[in-house]
């Protein structure tokens, strides 16, 4: 497609369940980002992946949250043992990786946590 | 540390009134610098990207400038309509051998109130 798709675009899970959240970027883009988003607030960054690289992982909040992407592909962001505390929009962007090139965002998964 | 502030947190205007937002930055090794509006429940959309070398960049009535000395950029938004209620979020990038990581604000509240 032309932009980045996620799903699902909606997610209530009961809490202790495990989520999975996907990403499918552009293609061709190197870099993508998972940011979340409480309610109110700025965008939280929480893991970054360029290309083959070992990905930046210094956003993720606890170890119960965790990603993947293989190559240039699709990512997947799975929070085990859901809190409520989780609660929040959960934003892709991914991007070219070059010098002066913009990143393009998904409208987002809104999980809530019950 | 690389940060990135914006000013006002909130805005409050009356439609067909003109606006200035603000946005200091200290990202360091700097590449280039984006503005994005966020509709709510939506995933931001860029405005403009400008890089060290640009100081001006306009989008319909949208036109940001860039100082890289003093590290501050502007949104300024002209004839305000009722459809640019959303926040404002400014992005700062490191250069690409930094991992081209991008640095966010916490965005400016629009309200445009008619």
């Known amino acids: 497609g032309a932009g980045v798709s996620q799903s699902p675009s909606n997610k209530v899970t009961e809490k202790g369940k495990d989520v999975e959240l996907r990403c499918d970027p552009i293609?061709?883009?190197?870099?993508l980002y998972w940011y979340r988003q409480r309610l109110g607030q700025g965008l939280e960054f929480l893991i970054y992946?360029?290309?083959?690289?070992?990905p930046d992982k210094s956003g993720l909040p606890s170890d119960r949250f965790s990603a993947e992407r293989t190559g240039e592909s699709v990512s997947t962001l799975t929070i085990q043992r859901t809190q409520q505390e989780d609660s929040a929009v959960y934003l892709c962007?991914?991007?070219?990786?070059?010098w002066g090139y913009g990143y393009t965002f998904g409208s987002g998964t809104r999980l809530t946590v019950v | 540390k690389n940060q990135v502030e914006q000013s006002p947190q909130s805005l409050i205007i009356l439609e067909g009134k003109n606006c200035t937002l603000q946005?200091?930055?200290?990202?360091?090794?700097?590449?280039?610098l984006r503005w994005y509006k966020q509709d709510t429940g939506r995933g931001p959309v860029s405005l403009t990207i400008?890089?060290?070398?640009?100081n001006t960049k306009s989008n319909g009535r949208y036109t940001a400038t860039l100082d890289a000395d003093t590290k501050q950029s502007s949104l300024h938004i002209t004839a305000s309509q009722l459809s640019d209620s959303a926040s404002y979020i400014c992005v700062a990038s490191m250069i690409k051998a930094a991992g081209n990581k991008l640095t966010f604000g916490g965005g400016t509240r629009v309200l445009v109130k008619p």
């Open positions: 293609s061709g883009h190197t870099a």
């Open positions: 962007a991914s991007g070219p990786g070059g």
């Open positions: 400008m890089t060290f070398s640009e």
């Open positions: 946005c200091n930055y200290t990202v360091s090794p700097f590449s280039n």
């Open positions: 992946f360029q290309g083959n690289s070992a």
